[in-house]
């Protein structure tokens, strides 16, 4: 176990794979027991400069069954942002009120900057098209929780491998895991290079795609993503691509019987609602899985990880 | 400054620096970059001259002029087989070659629009990843770019 008191969350390769081991362990406490108000005598800042109910609700959620207050705002347009106020000082002033912030972001590197420039530790719930750790960490869990382990296994990456930071995040995470990795896209859709290489460099195995039902038979994860129309700056080529990986019941015949279907959520229309109803649908529960998580990451990271039960 | 068929003759400078092996199609970059189109003194450019190691060579000599550590990381980036030679009284006072910096501060701007360090005033910093060709890392976005933008 090792100690996480004062550690920020900017990227998920801030932490080792001890920490994230450390992470898991106690948002397993989490599941058992939610409710542990061990954060009394704490305040988090929850700043959301763009909106995403999800995220943060899940995080103020976390805080509230820690004991913890929150103060923050959900649409910076109600504050005084709006009056131009620099992000260097909205930190300045929110940490000096609080005691750990968690922030979102609509610009890249906002988060790693915000860190630099407070004194209390910051978690990045998301900043821009970069990173998103506290999915990846529960991405972590999910699969352990279903798979029993996280080491050795094969996982398939559905869809938009280009723009998803989540897949991106975790192929980094899942290097440390001795993970097979299977990427199926469109050509246009492809996984970059430069997260390629790091999984050649880490040692692993990765192959690509362009059917889903290539991976079916083998996969014990398959990690769908949504295929986001806002990121094509051609709306054709979206059109072609849009409805390139639809899975439905019918798709998933003959896959491994310890296989389950993860994704970031929301979805579109790349999970069928059939797809639901089978035992190998799971991301409802992996977005549940969230909250013992990011009540793991405060717990610990305001050094409470001991006070756990 | 004098020609013969052979060789051409140029004026020592008696304090000052010789930027030499540049490679040749780098040379007017690194003029930019130095600033040296608005330098008052005395510059040689000298540009397409045959090197032996290079095939082509560029070579600044700039007159009373020393540069700082700053911008030897700049034109390490632009020019990293330049060879920096530095002139006290007519004598060669240091001659060292450039190396890329692992990391590269301030100088250089990130090229992704939605990167913080273009919204707020920040002192960029990159990682270098990759020397050949020359790849960066911001430090704030995490994306890796080969395009280099120097801040003004």
Known sequence: MTNLKGKNLISITDYTKEDYLTVLDLAE???????????????????????????????????NRLGARVIGFSNPSATSLQKGESLHDTIKMVSSYTDIIVMRHHKDGASRYASEVSPVPLINAGDGANQHPTQCMLDLYSIRKTQGTLDNLKIAMVGDLKYGRTVHSLVQAMSNFNAEFHFVSPESLAMPENVKNFATNSGLKYYEY???????????????????????????????????????????????????????????????????????????????????????LIASILGYADKVK | MTTNNKELVVEKIANGTVIDHIQADRVFKVVSILG?????????????????????????????????????????????????????????????????????????????????????????????????????????????????????
């Open chain 1, 29 to 63: 406490k989490f599941e058992k027991n939610p409710n542990q108000p061990i954060l009394n005598d704490k305040v988090v800042g929850s700043l959301f400069f763009e909106p995403s109910t999800r995220t943060r609700l899940s995080f103020e959620t976390a805080a």
């Open chain 1, 210 to 296: 362009d059917k889903l039902e290539d991976v079916v038979p083998f996969a014990d994860i398959i990690y769908m993503t949504r295929i986001q129309k806002e990121r094509f700056p051609d709306q054709l080529e979206y059109e072609k691509v849009k409805n390139a990986y639809i899975m439905t019941a019918a798709t998933l015949k003959g896959c491994k019987d310890n296989m389950k279907v993860l994704h970031p959520l929301p979805r579109v229309n790349e999970i069928a609602m059939d797809v639901d109803k089978t035992p190998y649908a799971y991301y409802f529960q992996q977005a549940q899985n969230g909250m013992y998580v990011r009540q793991a």
């Open chain 2, 36 to 152: 040296l189109d608005s330098y008052e003194d005395e510059v040689l450019i000298g540009t397409n001259l045959s090197s032996k190691k290079y095939g082509k060579k560029g070579i600044l000599k700039i007159k009373n002029k020393y540069f700082t550590q700053e911008e030897l990381d700049k034109i390490a980036i632009i020019a990293p087989t330049a060879t920096i030679i530095t002139i006290k009284d007519y004598e060669i006072k240091e001659k060292k070659s450039l190396e890329i910096p692992h990391q590269i501060h301030k100088i250089v701007k990130c090229i992704n629009p939605n990167c913080i360090t273009n919204v707020e005033e920040i002192d960029t910093q990159f990682e270098v990843v990759g020397k050949d060709p020359l790849s960066i890392q911001c430090h704030y976005c995490e994306k890796t770019m080969q395009e280099i933008v120097f801040n003004d």
